[in-house]
């Protein structure tokens, strides 16, 4: 009788080491899962922060160009004069503070055109979720293969040149210049 006690608490632990490996297996396989869920949500947010720190700087520059005192309107040089904008007596805060890349945690990297900024990218080369569904002033980040391809640029409307009306019927006519005139002086 003592020998069959001994097997039946030997199966007794030998159930209960399964039980405790198949729920240590169960346990890291729900971890695996909630931590793939929870890396996609915080990429996710990283995305949407990105969109909104980019479209900050973007109308940032905007204001800037579009405060400029004067005739000439200028885009900033530095990222700075942005915070504090001392063109003006009482100076102006087009941006309230320097924002970091949401994706790589650094800083964004400033596009420049000559000695003016237009823009702000991140450098981070990580395919982003995220590749439809933009705001329409951003259409062009559809499919983009990494996040340096995300460019929140400001461009100045540019004027367009008015041609110079064409002279007036008369004018033409009295030049001399008539095709009428060319075809007597050819003649002989």
Known sequence: ?????????????????????????????????????????????????LLFVGEQYRRAIESYWRMSPGPVRTLPP??????????????????????????TGGELTVMREGNVITGVYST????????AGFPRRYEHFVDSNSYDQWRFVFLPPRRQLRAPPPPPRSAVQDSGSGPSQR??????
């Open 124 to 131: 981070s080369t990580d395919a982003p979720r995220k590749v």
């Open 183 to 188: 075809t007597q002086r050819m003649t002989p």
């Open 1 to 49: 009788m003592g020998a069959e006690i001994r097997v039946a608490v030997s199966r007794q632990r030998g159930l209960v080491l399964l039980a405790l490996l198949l729920f240590i297996a169960l346990s890291s396989l729900w971890v695996g899962l909630a931590s793939d869920v929870w890396s996609t949500v915080r990429q996710r947010e990283r995305e949407e922060d």
């Open 78 to 103: 530095s990222l700075e004069v942005l915070l504090v904008d001392d063109r003006f007596p009482m100076p102006i805060h087009h941006l309230r503070r320097l924002f970091a890349d949401p994706i």
